[in-house]
């Protein structure tokens, strides 16, 4: 026993001497892999930016490298002391993987809003049909993009559901159609209800000429006859012309007693 106290205590410093310079080195390659670490993180964030990227992306995106890249120098660190590090890089992967798989459904809506960020299908007040809700966009995040439809209702759906399904945006082009669909009695006068129609086309100024408006019946049967209204305008006056030319109708019809 006292022998190998002696051996000990004999080997001590020559011990603490050798886990000192594996101290000092793992010191080294953690502080210069951090480091590194941020300055890659640094540079990804700055080429992103420089290509027009959202900047919540970029930041996300960076982090996300920076933090990988850590994990690896901290194991390479710990490795340096002596300490076997294939167990703890098979438990850091288990336990990744078992946080993703309990973070399925907010990883999916996350990388899906990495997704609408970077390829921008929709941008903040755009009006469109996204996750089955038509309005305007009023919020795009990570996890969960906000409609406000027409009622005024705040809608959140997540960025998974919006991926998987098709997205109508309506504001990405500067002209947009209107299409009305009026129904009259079936045994009203077709030429009578084509002059009424035509007076509200010709009422309402802000139409496009080119194309020009349209008047077509798309439908007839014993019980109602059914036209079709289409004419184009300017997006920004779909909301205003449209409104104003269904009410338009409503009375010249209802006035002339052919509302069906």
Do not use: C
């Amino acid at each position: 026993m006292a022998d190998n106290m002696s051996l000990f205590m004999e080997r001590l410093p020559e011990m603490l001497l050798s886990f000192g310079a594996k101290l000092i080195v793992a010191l080294i390659i953690f502080f210069i892999g951090k480091w590194i670490a941020k300055a890659i993180s640094n540079v990804v964030k700055r080429l992103m930016g420089k290509g027009k990227m959202d900047s919540n992306v970029a930041q996300y995106l960076g982090n996300l490298i920076y933090g990988v890249m850590l994990a690896f120098v901290i194991i390479a660190a710990i490795a340096r002391l002596g300490v076997q590090t294939t167990s703890l890089v098979a438990i850091f992967g288990a336990a990744t993987l078992a946080v993703g798989m309990a973070l399925q459904g907010t990883l999916g809506n996350f990388s899906s809003g990495v997704m609408l960020l970077i390829f921008r299908p929709f941008k903040v007040g755009d009006s469109v049909i996204a996750g089955g809700i038509n309005g305007k966009v009023h919020d795009i995040g990570i996890f969960a993009t906000t409609i406000i439809p027409s009622d005024g209702r705040k809608v959140i759906v997540p960025n998974g559901k919006l991926s998987n399904d098709t997205i109508t945006n309506f504001s990405v082009m500067p002209i947009r159609r209107i299409e009305l669909s009026v129904n009259v009695p079936g045994n009203t006068d077709i030429n009578a209800v084509r002059d009424l129609l035509r007076a509200v086309i010709d009422s309402e100024s802000d139409l496009l000429k080119d194309p020009a408006p349209a008047i077509v019946m798309t439908d007839a049967n014993a019980a109602a006859i059914i036209f079709g209204i289409y004419a184009n305008v300017k997006n920004e006056d779909y909301g205003r012309i449209r409104a104003s030319m269904v009410e338009k109708v409503k009375l010249a019809l209802t006035t002339k007693g052919f509302w069906a």
